[in-house]
């Protein structure tokens, strides 16, 4: 079946400028999560939804970051007037419902690279 | 807070030999643990993971991985490295006891094979 599919592959942008992400999940998979990667570096928590949860924002780096998602479907992370040190990848991932501490395999979008000039 | 530490930045190996990543992990309590590739221009494959159960874990494309819950290791294996193995591989931790969902992953390790 379909994977998570992310748009747009690529994006450039000038500093100060706002940006949207969009991550459309595999369906049926109530759990969403975004992780920023960059350069060589491993890959960083940024949000998490599940289902009609409150989501986890613990991992956005700042208030120029938020995150929304339409019921268990497409969701958008924006990036606000953003800054040069914003360049990275944006990857999503979506899960299965994970009940009580239990969890359940991430499958990762292709990414969307961003570059701030 | 829970980490991953990936020591080796890279590892080399010829192709037909065995080849091991090394992974360690801190996390308060049990732990679930992953690994995932990644090939250039791509997004993470998911190769493996640890829920519970028996210690050695058999994954995608031959691959397995052996918990050692005395070293905190979760290091990736695989008998006979062929030239497509090379990529990006990274582990993977999350804690089981709090209910947090989302990943914390090491750095990666480049894995090189040579024909």
């Known amino acids: 079946g379909a994977g998570v599919s992310q748009s747009p592959s690529n994006k450039v942008t000038e500093k100060g400028k706002d940006v949207e992400l969009r991550c459309d999940p595999i369906s049926g998979h109530t759990a969403l999560y975004w992780y920023r990667q960059r350069l060589g570096q491993g890959l960083e928590f940024l949000i998490y939804?599940?289902?009609?949860?409150?989501?986890?924002k613990s991992g956005l780096p700042s208030d120029r970051f938020s995150a929304e998602r339409t019921g268990e479907s497409v969701s958008t992370l924006t990036i606000q007037r953003t800054q040069q040190e914003d360049s990275a990848v944006y990857l999503c991932?979506?899960?299965?419902?994970?009940?009580?501490?239990?969890?359940?395999?991430?499958?990762f979008g292709p990414g969307t690279r961003l570059t701030v000039l | 807070a829970q980490s991953v530490a990936q020591p080796e930045d890279q590892v080399n190996v010829a192709e037909g030999n065995p080849l091991t990543v090394k992974c360690t992990y801190s996390v308060s309590g049990n732990p679930y643990l992953f690994w995932y590739v990644q090939y250039p221009n791509r997004g993470l494959q998911f190769l493996l993971k640890y829920i519970t159960g028996d210690n050695l874990v058999k994954g995608s494309y031959g691959f397995e991985a052996e918990f050692n819950k005395s070293q905190t290791s979760f290091h990736l294996k695989k008998p006979s490295a062929l030239v497509s193995d090379s990529a990006l591989y990274f582990c993977?931790?999350?804690?089981?006891?709090?209910?947090?969902?989302?990943?914390?992953f090491g750095s990666g390790t480049r894995l090189q094979v040579q024909p």
């Open positions: 991932a979506s899960s299965r419902l994970s009940t009580g501490t239990g969890t359940d395999t991430q499958y």
């Open positions: 939804f599940q289902g009609n949860s409150a989501p986890d």
């Open positions: 993977a931790v999350s804690p089981m006891d709090t209910g947090r969902r989302a990943l914390t």
